[in-house]
């Protein structure tokens, strides 16, 4: 039997411990091997909570930092540790690149970093967004894409990836974390970017417009409330929806920012119930008094009492109380629906959805308050949607208005029938009291012999059989070889009214059979009886109706 010499011996168990490490941090280290496909990045990264530059250089030693697996909210650790909200922290990770990979950049993906991040790779500052206090700016729902530039990379060595980062209630990296080939990593950025921070964009370039149009339409209209609480609710919302997008540090501070950002939040969800009230004609005068006091009492906590130390509780309240009055909006549509209030099928379903996409986000923002994880809820709380759902409600918006000025135009044409209507009653009335008066002056009634009866009958035949198509005085004079003005002192004696009169009552009468029993469209209805014209269709119809074809069909169906 070999016998193995103790020198041999000991230096096989010193090298044991070392080869175990080795393997550790081997299982942690992100290996490059491919640039065909993303490398992920998620899993144990190095961390350490205070801030010094030397964490960025690629040979400082971070074996004693403790290991967070990301993505995920970095809060509860930092708060856990600190015991405050605010501060910086720096993760470190080790990526190794295949040696036989084309020298070429690659793109890293760090999803998105709250509130601030500035990111290195072996040393070398490859990229960063917001700033750091003293001059704090966050950026925290802007996606991270930086560019490794192929000089920077070692292989078949060691490479070190280094984030500073800047937390205050919110400090978390979200969403993907990868290495990727520079195809990849430019299709990512445009399409993150374009859902996170090109569409919040969108959506305040659509509402300024709207907000004009409102105050405009207050401006002319103070009684229709309505239109107060929109443009004000849009204000509110616009002030949410910058603060998802914005480059600027127009804030001046992270509190200042919290402040604005939770007060807007609250004035949302107290204008928007009231103009759900105003639209829907709700009458809860109770619940606005109740609103204006929760909005009173908000702003003044906001303005004298909400500072760092009351900051993470105050937030929590507004949260919750918020997000509540959430689901009373989705009440005031539901009883709208119920009670088959005006516009409430127009309508509804659009703000539904935006106030589905609030609720959502006060989930969102509850679970960063609460330094929770954003997977807590179960998939989609990682993301804030409510800059996707106010599109929905301006489309809604927009239908309202279309419809109230389509029923407001059909309003003015019903009144223009109506005086037109009287006009021609009135003109009537006049000659017929003015021939009844000469008749009984002179003693003379007019009568027809048997040969001009025998014409007005087939006059009157051919009417009935034609009167759909375009037919005239002279055409049907013509038939009968009567002169044409001979033919309608003739026809108004033999059947007691006007010629024109007559046709349009038959087309009058066949239209009203049609409006009953069938759903054909007015204006086809109106042309396929022998009006040229929608307009002298609604003209005539009262005449012999006594109301406008829309009230008619509305009165018939329910009869």
């Not at 000991?10 to 290996?31: G, I, N, Q, R």
């Not at 001009?452 to 009157?460: A, P």
């Not at 010629?499 to 054909?520: C, F, H, P, S, W």
């Amino acid at each position: 039997m070999h016998i193995i010499p103790r020198s041999i011996l000991t230096f096989l168990l010193l090298c044991v411990p070392y080869c175990l490490h080795a393997a550790e941090e081997s299982s942690k280290t992100a290996v490059v091997k491919t640039l065909e496909e993303r490398t992920s990045l998620e899993g144990a990264w190095k961390i350490q909570l205070g801030d010094d530059m030397k964490y960025a250089a690629p040979e400082f030693d971070d074996r004693s930092w403790e290991e967070v697996s990301l993505p995920r909210s970095l809060m509860s650790l930092a708060h856990e540790k600190t015991g405050g909200v605010k501060g910086v922290l720096w993760l470190r990770k080790t990526v190794y690149f295949d040696y036989n990979l084309p020298k070429e950049d690659i793109g890293l993906i760090l999803g998105r970093i709250a509130q601030a991040d500035e990111t290195y790779f072996n040393g070398e500052k490859i990229g960063g967004m917001g700033g750091f206090p003293p001059e704090d700016h966050s950026m925290w729902n802007h996606p991270r894409h930086y560019q490794i530039h192929k000089t920077l990379i070692r292989y078949g060595r060691p490479n070190v990836i280094a984030v500073r980062l800047s937390y205050h209630i919110y400090g978390e990296v979200l969403g993907t974390l990868a290495l990727a080939n520079m195809d990849d990593w430019t299709t990512n950025r445009a399409v993150m970017n374009i859902i996170m921070i090109i569409l919040c964009y969108a959506a305040i370039v659509m509402g300024v417009p709207l907000f004009l149009i409102f105050f405009f339409f207050y401006s002319r209209r103070r009684e229709s409330q309505e239109y107060l609480y929109y443009f004000l609710q849009l204000l509110c919302g616009l002030i949410i929806l910058f603060d998802q997008c914005t480059y600027w540090n127009i804030y001046g501070s992270i509190l200042n920012r919290y402040r604005i950002l939770g007060w807007a939040w609250v004035a949302l969800n107290v204008v928007h119930p009231i103009f759900l009230h105003r639209i829907y004609d709700l009458k809860r005068k109770k619940v606005e008094i109740f609103l204006w006091f929760a909005l009173g009492v908000v702003t003044f906590i906001d303005l004298f009492f909400t500072n760092e130390q009351w900051l993470h509780f105050h937030g929590l309240l507004l949260i919750g109380a918020t997000t509540q009055i959430g689901w009373y909006n989705l009440s005031c549509h539901i009883s709208a629906l119920m009670k088959k209030r005006p516009y409430a099928k127009l309508f509804s379903f659009f703000g539904i959805a935006v106030i589905l996409g609030a609720i959502h986000d006060g989930f969102v923002y509850f679970i960063k308050f609460m330094f929770l994880d954003a997977d807590i809820l179960g998939p989609g709380f990682e993301y804030m949607v409510f800059h996707v759902t106010v599109f929905p409600l301006y489309l809604g918006t927009t239908l309202v208005l279309v419809a109230r000025f389509v029923q407001m135009m059909s309003e003015v044409e019903d009144l223009n029938t109506s005086l037109e209507t009287f006009i021609i009653e009135n003109a009537l009335l006049n000659e017929q009291l003015k021939g009844s008066s000469e008749s009984k002056k002179k003693g003379v009634y007019p009568v027809i012999n048997g040969k001009g009866e025998e014409k007005i009958q087939r006059v009157v035949e051919y009417i009935h059989k034609n009167y759909t198509f375009d037919l005239s005085r002279e055409g049907l004079a013509a038939t009968v070889d009567v002169h044409p003005d001979n033919l309608g002192k003739l026809f108004k004696i033999y059947t007691n009214k006007k010629m024109g009169d007559y046709i349009n009552e038959l087309r009058v009468k066949d239209a009203a059979k049609r409006l009953a029993q069938t759903d054909e469209n007015i204006i086809d209805i109106a042309f396929s009886v022998g009006f040229d014209s929608l307009r002298t269709f609604n003209r005539v119809f009262p005449k012999f109706m006594k109301v406008t074809p829309e009230k008619y069909r509305k009165i018939i169906r329910k009869l």
